[in-house]
């Protein structure tokens, strides 16, 4: 019997050694996958601390974006970041989001060159935060310009009489809470908003006077909501040359920027736990899986459901116009 108690005791021992050994081994893989993550997606925070090019993408809907801003501010104060790429695709999005990053550009460009880089698209408040730079480049056939801003909104009172509904209401002055879905536009409601529209027009056609070789009667000649290619924008000073990034890092050569540097993506920060990027992450960007395509939300469309106030927008869906 005494030796079979002195079996168990053994046994309990060992396994603790097992359950010890276990947490140590459990430590070492969540501090060598914290290094690897750390490793691997250095520049998604462009804190690599080695000089270099930073490369910050804006594309999709501008609204004003928190992260975007406080990122475009970090690398305004990061001293081995020489120079700055601005990749902009966007249709544009609500005039306040694209002040809101035009002059966080603004700040960065007062401390180092700043090139916009111009994809398919450079629209409205993607074409203000483009001039917002330095030098723009865009593609022979990007589409850019779009200078303008909408306001737009539902009128369902057809719909309303169809379903036999009625809104009643009680307000202190008859252009509170107008215009309204609910009840035809009137003559005063349509004369506010446009002042509303002009005033802002007035302060986006004064913007792309102040940065672009134009002057205001050549900027209004363009900024009659049309759009243009990458060619014609050029003929009419709205960019300053064709090319892609390439090009644009010519640029950031002719103000003393190493060309040999290396462009670095400053990334979105992906959500993570304690720190540390979630391993199916880490194997996405072995595997080279995190560069197929852009987050599938903005694929889809999710992040334009709905934008509030002046739009300064080219062909926006019906999906994304506020009241």
Do not use: C
Not at 75 to 104: M, N, R
Not at 157 to 171: A, P, S
Not at 258 to 276: C, N, T
């Amino acid at each position: 019997m005494a030796d079979r108690a002195d079996d168990i005791i053994d046994r309990r021992r060992l396994r603790r050694k097992l359950t010890f050994w276990r947490i140590v081994a459990l430590g070492v893989v969540v501090l060598a996958v914290a290094a690897a993550s750390s490793w691997l997606f250095r520049d998604r925070i462009g804190g690599t601390g080695f000089s270099q090019i930073a490369k910050i993408r804006i594309e999709g809907t501008i609204t004003e974006d928190d992260e975007l801003l406080e990122r475009l501010d970090r690398a305004a104060k990061a001293e081995y970041v020489k120079g700055v790429i601005l990749s902009i695709d966007s249709p544009g999005g609500t005039t306040a989001g694209g002040e809101a990053i035009y002059d966080a550009v603004r700040r960065l460009a007062a401390e180092k060159p700043v090139v916009a880089q111009v994809g398919t698209l450079a629209a409205s408040a993607g074409y203000m935060i483009a001039t917002a730079s330095d030098h723009i480049v865009a593609r022979q056939s990007s589409i850019v310009g779009s200078i303008g801003v909408l306001v737009q909104f539902p009128d369902i009172t057809g719909l309303m009489d169809k379903i036999g509904v009625k809104l009643e209401g009680v307000k202190s002055s008859p252009l509170k809470a107008e215009p309204s879905p609910f009840s035809p536009t009137t003559d005063e409601e349509r004369a506010m908003l446009r002042a509303m529209v002009m005033d802002s027009y007035d302060w986006f056609v004064g913007l792309v006077e102040e940065r672009r070789p134009l002057s205001r009667a050549q900027v209004l000649e363009v900024a009659d909501g049309s759009i243009f290619t990458g060619r014609q924008a050029l003929q009419r000073k709205l960019i300053d040359a064709l090319g892609g990034e390439e090009t644009a890092i010519e640029w950031l050569a002719s103000k003393g920027v190493d060309k040999s540097l290396a462009v670095i993506e400053w990334k979105k920060p992906s959500s993570s736990v304690f720190g540390v990027v979630p391993l199916t992450q880490i194997v996405g960007a072995v595997l080279g899986l995190d560069r197929l395509s852009p987050d599938l939300t903005e694929r889809l469309g999710a992040n334009r459901l709905f934008l509030d106030g002046l739009l300064s927008l080219w062909h926006p869906d019906p999906s994304i116009l506020s009241d």
